[in-house]
């Protein structure tokens, strides 16, 4: 049975202690990757909040790793598109020769950056989904593996109302003197991968 977002929601503030742990481990530069952890720990414990542990910074490191790891091959994907335009022009400005028209090429590369950028939106929250679900993080790097429901439908339209519920959340809440982004920090990770976990599919 799908959970509803709003469950999803109130889950975070279930538990204030919690609450105040996760805003807290916020502010620390690496020992926060700990939330990123625990935050993709409520993907399997979808009923109620698991503890905080060593085990939860471990897998926000393996988040952390995974996202470097995907982000470096969206890169290379764009890269050739990106050199096939600028070679021409570096070469021209180096000849003298340089012409306003040729920055036109750019504008298709900026399109397609764009466009490989929104691609690879679901193949990343995939992997990250599969991360929480095995703590592997060679299952979560097997693009195979992802690719089972990455772009389904069954997945993608829970990955938007997540991304947008998201937003709606976290806006508001940041707004918060002093505290608030650190509190949304907490709080958007923990009704994400709990929403995400218990509603996307398996495979």
């Known amino acids: 049975m799908c959970m509803e977002i709003s469950d999803a929601i109130k889950k975070p503030f279930s538990d204030l202690g919690k609450l105040a742990i996760g805003s807290f481990l916020r502010l620390i530069p690496i020992v926060n990757l700990t939330v990123t952890g625990y935050g993709l720990q409520n993907a399997k414990s979808t009923k109620k909040l698991p503890e905080f542990s060593f085990d939860s910074f471990i897998l926000g490191l393996k988040s952390l790793g995974v996202s470097i790891v995907y982000g470096l091959l969206t890169m290379l994907v764009m890269l ?53 679900r095995t703590e592997s ?25 997540i991304l947008l519920v998201g937003l709606l959340v976290a806006i508001p809440i940041s707004l918060v003197p002093f505290v608030g982004v650190l509190v949304a920090g907490y709080v958007v990770p923990v009704f994400t991968w709990t929403y995400l976990g218990a509603n996307a599919p398996k495979n």
């Open 80 to 132: 050739p598109f990106a050199f096939g335009s600028l070679a021409p022009i570096m070469s021209s400005m180096m000849a003298g020769t340089f012409d306003v028209s040729m920055l036109m090429p750019l504008i298709s590369v900026a399109l397609i950056a764009i466009f490989v950028g929104i691609l690879a939106i679901p193949l990343n929250v995939g992997a990250q989904l599969v991360l929480a």
């Open 137 to 161: 993080m060679s299952e979560a790097l097997n693009i195979p593996v992802v690719l089972k429901y990455a772009y389904k439908w069954d997945f993608i339209k829970y990955m938007l109302v």
